[in-house]
């Protein structure tokens, strides 16, 4: 079935990814990979490139655009590239971070950091998950209380993407420890701000070069210009943004899915086992014959979904039916394709045996599965679906 979603403006645009990454990215790959970082230089070609930086406003340097088609194209090119662990990391940046200065940002907060941050010469993480605090938002301790005019920020932060490079990082903090959800607020903390370092890069099991740090704050002085948004009302913030962030994890998790069979389907009838291609076995060919009819539908709805948010129309519960199915489908399909290689998936100079590490983290991070059918059943439950 053909798929009527992009158009010309789109395709054009795919061959300026296409390009960008062939000469920027994928020679670098294996290194960033072996050194657990990718160069900074990347991040300052993609935005020269327009790779970067796409929905902000022109006003401050950016392309202005705001139809999330354009970011699908990104999306999917890295990940039939195999380079996700860079699509790891300028995703954050595009669908999270610069979302929120965006939309919650003061006139001077965008004028100071939105230019930088499309040019990928300032880096951007965002820190909410704690060493004992996943999921559970409410269970947040780090705390920014009130000192003069300023707030005195302490606490811990673990599974920071791009918290090593990081030169701002939006803080969950409580600033009411009597208020709940009410009693969250959000914080701009800037690199060399005295009290603000990093702990340990974090060894992960896959995306290696994509930086993932653990963050500390002893003690950090914020003046008042660096609150994002409304005192008080960082849970609403959060769960505001929130749809866009786990949309973008459901078109990775189709793209790489659709990648890992790509990379199958041309491995099976080549590779030969008892005379014939193993492309010609039965089970071969259902194996494939289900993984792409559970691809396409999927990504229908997924497209659906990017229409809606271009739209306005994506909601919370949307974005979580979105997220946890194409996460378990990537997971599922990325499985069978390793076998399907036999020997030669497990081996990581094939890019499915890449994407195989890469692809577990997709049912945790941005809200793990059990939380995502937790919203959808509250929903239910509430007579809302």
């Not at 606490?155 to 208020?179: C, E, M, W, Y």
């Amino acid at each position: 079935m053909q798929r009527n979603f992009f158009e010309a403006d789109h395709h054009a645009y795919r061959e300026t990814v296409r390009e960008f990454l062939a000469r920027e990215v994928e020679p670098n790959y294996e290194r960033w990979e072996s050194e657990r970082l990718v160069d900074r230089s990347a991040w300052i070609a993609a935005g020269k490139s327009g790779i970067l930086g796409l929905a902000v406003p022109e006003e401050y340097g950016g392309s202005g655009v705001t139809d999330y088609r354009f970011r699908t194209v990104v999306v999917e090119q890295v990940a039939h590239t195999a380079t996700t662990s860079f699509g790891s990391g300028i995703s954050t940046q595009d669908d999270i971070v610069i979302p929120y200065i965006a939309h919650l940002g003061t006139e001077e907060q965008k004028q100071r950091w939105l230019p930088g941050m499309a040019a990928g010469e300032l880096i951007g993480a965002i820190a909410m998950t704690e060493p004992g605090t996943g999921s559970d938002l409410q269970g947040i301790k780090a705390t920014a209380v009130r000192d003069g005019d300023e707030w005195m920020l302490n606490g811990q932060k673990t599974f920071i993407t791009n918290g090593i490079h990081s030169d701002l990082v939006i803080v969950v903090a409580r600033t009411d420890p009597n208020a709940g959800a009410k009693g969250l607020s959000l914080f701009v903390v800037e690199r060399d701000m005295p009290g603000f370092s990093r702990g340990r890069k974090l060894h992960k099991v896959g995306l290696a070069g994509q930086d993932t740090a653990e963050l500390i704050f002893d003690n950090v002085r914020v003046p008042p210009a660096n609150l994002l948004g409304d005192e008080g009302r960082g849970f609403i913030h959060l769960m505001d943004n929130l749809p866009l962030e786990r949309l973008s994890i459901a078109v990775s998790a189709v793209a790489a899915a659709h990648a890992a069979f790509a990379w199958t389907k041309g491995y099976v009838f080549e590779r030969k086992a008892f005379g014939k291609p193993i492309g010609d076995l039965q089970n071969t060919r259902f194996a494939l014959a289900e993984m792409l009819t559970e691809i396409e539908v999927t990504q229908s709805h997924i497209d659906r979904c990017v229409a809606a948010l271009n739209a306005g129309e994506l909601t919370a519960v949307d974005a979580a039916k979105a997220k946890w199915w194409a996460s378990e489908l990537q997971k599922r399909v990325v499985d069978r394709c390793v076998q399907l290689h036999g020997g030669y998936g497990f081996m990581m100079e094939y890019p499915i045996g890449r994407s195989y590490v890469d692809s577990r983290i997709v049912t945790i991070y941005g809200g793990t599965t059990e939380i995502m059918k937790e919203i959808i059943g509250r929903d239910i439950a509430a007579g809302s679906s």
